[in-house]
């Protein structure tokens, strides 16, 4: 397994914005065992997380310092990092993250 811990930032609302395009993070295709995103602590705006059909209204919402985590360490089964994408309600808003992969 390896660990990694990095930020995506939405720079227009309304566009969703993958996880996995973030610099230096792995490929997409990783499969994901463990993922914790938070809110950046000087957001100004809501940032809603999920998957492809995320949007600048829809998916987890996050306002700053809240974060939310998925742990499949203890089942057999993971994830695409594909799958995971964020937007928010205002240009420029930040979510940190971290997961490990298989």
Known sequence: MKFYANRSRVGTAGTAVALSAATG??????KIKFIQVSARTGNSA???????????????ELSANDNVTID???????????????????????????IVTE
């Open 25 to 30: 993070s792995p490929d997409a295709k990783s």
């Open 46 to 60: 809501i940032i809603y997380f999920g998957t492809s059909g995320v949007s600048s209204t829809l998916g987890y």
């Open 72 to 98: 499949l360490i203890g089942s057999v089964g993971s994830l695409p990092f594909a799958d995971f994408y964020a937007d928010a309600s205002a240009n420029d808003q930040d979510i940190d993250w971290v």
